[in-house]
């Protein structure tokens, strides 16, 4: 009976892409001593960053990504001094815009020229990820077989069959993002000059083949 051997790789894929997209997180805070009051300016400042946005020329939609609600108190933990002091109520908003820096420095202008107070980080993104997820599985299963190969034939041996595929996931990149926190200082060309870098997207696999004689 002839005898196998198992070969165990892990085989990762990396492929790289230029982003084709800005994405703009926004944030409006409200703070007051009434909960309606508190409610009704949070509304009044993420209605502003909507149509602020819209008023810059795009028409790619704004989503909430959170919102909360919490009590502010003075000495919190402490039951003797601790004092109501009012709501505190946010709201993260999030919108994907195409590569243009013109429209986002006229997206920062139109929010800087309304009432939101609204706190802005912009990144680079790639807007489809799934083609650069694909590219990246296929990479790393053919990166495992060369290298599986690779010891089959330094050993003696020939790959056969696949035994188990473990895939072990994906990760992007991590993104170096801008806050902006004082949206007047910019104008409409200040991003002009801006250069993203390619975005990176792992994927990793583990795959374990039998191998016989030559």
Known sequence: ???????????????????????????????????TECLSVLNVRVKNII?????AGTEESVFTKSYAITELWSDQYD???????????SQKLIVTIPLNTQLLGSIVQEL???????DMEISFVI????????????AAAAKAKESATDFAEAT??????????????????????????SLSQYSVSSFDAVVPDEISHDETVNIVWLAISK
Do not use: C
């Open 51 to 55: 149509d602020g946005v819209a008023r």
């Open 79 to 89: 039951s003797q001094k601790r004092k109501f002091q009012g709501y505190r109520a």
């Open 156 to 181: 003696g041996l020939q790959l056969s069959s696949v035994k188990t595929i473990t895939y072990t996931g994906g990760k992007n990149a991590s993104n170096a993002s801008l806050h902006i926190d």
């Open 127 to 138: 807007r489809n990820m799934e083609p650069l997820k694909r590219e990246a599985r296929i």
């Open 1 to 35: 009976m002839q005898q196998t051997a198992e070969i165990n790789i892990t085989g990762r894929g990396t492929v790289t892409s230029f982003p084709d997209g800005i994405q703009i997180d926004l944030s409006a805070i409200s703070e007051n001593v009434d909960y």
């Open 112 to 118: 800087a020229k309304s009432d939101s107070n609204a």
